[in-house]
C-alpha cells in the first residue's frame, strides 16, 4: 500500500517545538480501569493514538459509553450498562494490540466471564501471556481454551492471593492491579514493576476508592473493595516518545523543544543523554533538546525496568550513537530481540555488531540462551538513505530517525505500526522542518 510508505529526504537539521500528550503505557490501561467503576470517569491529556482506538472500540462492545470531554484529548466513559460482547466483535481487535488481556479481571468482576482473543503486538522478543492466565486462576477463575482464544469464568468472586513476579512485568503487574481491587481479600504483589506508568494506574484506581500500598523492595499489597466508583484523571506525559524525539534532535543535528515533556519520569535517560554529549534545557512547560556542536562521545549502555535505562528508549538513541566518536556498548537485558533492527542500520553504512554474551558488565537472563542481545556500534559513520522496513514501533521510530540523518532518500514502510505509540507523528515531522512526503504527493508534484 503506498499510504503505508513514507520518503524521507534525509540531512536536514529537525528544528522546531513539538507537545507529546499522555504516555501509550498509562492511557488505554487507564481506560481498561473505568470498566471496574460504577460511575463515570475523565480521562485527560488522551493522545489521538491506535492503541487508545483499539481499547476504545473494545470497550464500546462491552457497552461501555466513551465520548468527548470539555476540552480537547478528553476521554468521558461510563461503565453504567457493562454487557457481554460478540466474539466475533471482539476477535476483530484480535492482532492489533496486546491491551485485551487486560479486559480479564475487570469483565470477571462485572459480567462473571471474559472472553479473550489472539492477541498481537510488536514482535521484539517472547512476552508470554501464560502467566497472566496462571496468575487470574491463582485469583479463582477457570479459563478454557478455545480455537478463538481463551475464555474465562468467575464461579465466585475472586479471593485475594500472594503473587511473585519471577521478572518485574510491567503487564503482568497490571494485570494484578486490574484485578485485585475488587477481589476479597488482600493480595501481596512481590517483584513488581515500579514504572511511573504503573504508578499513575494506581493513582487512577486510588482515586476510584482502591486501597494499595507500594513498599521500597518492589512489593505491591492491594486490599480488595465491594465497590469502585470513577475517577477523574489527567494522564502522565509520555517520556518514551519524549525522548525519541530527543535522539532525533541529536541524530541530525537540531534542536527540539518538546512541550509536555517532564524531568522527573526521565532522569535516567537526561543522564545518559548529557554523557553522549547532548544538551538540553528545562522549564515548566517541557524540554528543550539539541546537538551542541563537536563530537558526540561513546557510551556503555545497559538497559533495565524503572528506573534504570528503558529499553524503549535504546532502539532511537543507538540511532545517535552511529554519529559518536568510538566504540560504544550496548548491553539489553528486557526483550532479547530488540536489536534486531540494527541490520537495516548496517545497510545504510552504520557498524554495528551483534553479539550473544552480556557486554556491559552485568549478567542477565540472556546470557545463556544464545540471543543477540549486546551491540557493540563503532562511530561516526555516515548514514545512506535506503529501503527500509518497519519492524516494531520504537524500531520503527528509530529508522525515521536514520532517514532523517542519513544522506539521500529513504523508501520507509510500514510507517502506520508508528501510529500505535506516535500521535500526529507525520505533523510533528513536517513541523519540525523534516523533508517527508508520502509516494502519491511526490507523484502529484513530479
Not at 26 to 49: E, F, T
Not at 261 to 270: D, K, N, P
Amino acid at each position: 500500500m503506498t499510504d503505508d510508505v513514507l520518503l524521507v529526504h534525509g540531512g536536514t537539521p529537525l528544528e522546531g517545538e513539538i507537545r507529546v500528550r499522555g504516555a501509550k503505557n498509562l492511557v488505554p490501561k487507564a481506560m481498561v480501569a473505568a470498566l471496574l467503576g460504577s460511575g463515570p470517569s475523565r480521562l485527560r491529556n488522551v493522545p489521538d493514538i491506535r492503541d487508545v482506538r483499539v481499547v476504545r472500540g473494545l470497550l464500546q462492545l462491552h457497552g461501555v459509553t466513551v465520548g468527548p470531554g470539555d476540552e480537547a484529548g478528553e476521554l468521558v466513559l461510563d461503565p453504567s450498562h457493562v454487557e457481554s460482547a460478540n466474539v466475533a466483535d471482539i476477535d476483530a481487535h484480535a492482532g492489533s494490540s496486546r491491551i485485551p488481556i487486560l479486559f480479564c479481571g475487570p469483565l470477571l468482576h462485572r459480567l462473571g466471564h471474559a472472553f479473550i482473543p489472539g492477541l498481537g503486538g510488536c514482535e521484539i522478543g517472547g512476552r508470554p501471556i501464560d502467566f497472566h492466565f496462571e496468575v487470574l486462576r491463582q485469583f479463582g477463575a477457570v479459563i478454557e481454551k478455545r480455537p478463538e482464544g481463551q475464555y474465562l469464568e468467575a464461579p465466585q468472586r475472586l479471593r485475594g492471593c500472594k503473587v511473585r513476579l519471577p521478572y518485574p512485568s510491567v503487564g503482568a503487574t497490571e494485570q494484578v492491579l486490574l484485578t485485585a481491587v475488587l477481589a476479597e481479600g488482600v493480595t501481596e504483589l512481590a517483584n513488581a514493576a515500579v514504572e511511573p506508568e504503573i504508578e499513575d494506574l494506581i493513582c487512577v484506581l486510588q482515586k476510584m476508592g482502591a486501597i494499595i500500598s507500594m513498599d521500597t523492595d518492589r512489593t505491591i499489597r492491594i486490599t480488595g473493595v465491594d465497590r469502585l466508583g470513577g475517577y477523574n484523571h489527567r494522564a502522565l506525559p509520555d517520556r518514551l516518545e519524549s525522548a525519541s524525539w530527543a535522539s532525533a534532535a541529536l541524530a541530525t543535528k537540531g534542536n527540539v523543544y518538546v512541550r509536555g515533556a517532564s524531568q522527573r519520569e526521565m532522569m535516567t535517560f537526561l543522564n545518559t543523554y548529557r554523557k553522549v554529549g547532548g544538551a538540553f534545557d528545562i522549564d515548566e512547560q517541557g524540554i528543550r533538546f539539541w546537538h551542541p556542536g563537536g563530537d558526540l562521545s561513546a557510551i556503555a549502555l545497559e538497559t533495565d525496568v524503572h528506573p534504570g535505562f528503558q529499553t524503549d528508549w535504546q532502539q532511537p538513541l543507538v540511532v545517535a550513537l552511529t554519529q559518536a566518536s568510538g566504540l560504544s556498548i550496548v548491553h539489553e537485558t528486557v526483550y532479547e530481540s530488540r536489536l534486531g533492527f540494527t541490520s537495516a542500520l548496517n545497510q545504510m553504512g552504520a557498524h554495528i555488531q551483534l553479539y550473544r554474551e552480556c557486554l556491559g558488565g552485568t549478567p542477565c537472563r540472556f546470557g545463556q540462551r544464545n540471543f543477540l542481545h549486546s551491540a557493540v556500534v563503532s562511530g561516526p559513520t555516515k548514514l545512506q538513505g535506503a529501503d527500509l522496513v518497519i519492524p516494531d514501533l520504537r524500531g520503527g521510530f528509530s529508522y525515521l530517525i536514520a532517514a532523517l540523518a542519513a544522506e539521500g532518500t529513504s523508501h520507509v514502510h510500514g510507517i502506520d505500526l508508528i501510529n500505535r505509540g506516535y500521535e500526529n507523528f507525520m505533523e510533528k515531522l513536517r513541523a519540525l522542518g523534516a523533508n517527508v512526503e508520502l509516494p502519491a504527493q511526490a507523484t502529484a508534484t513530479a
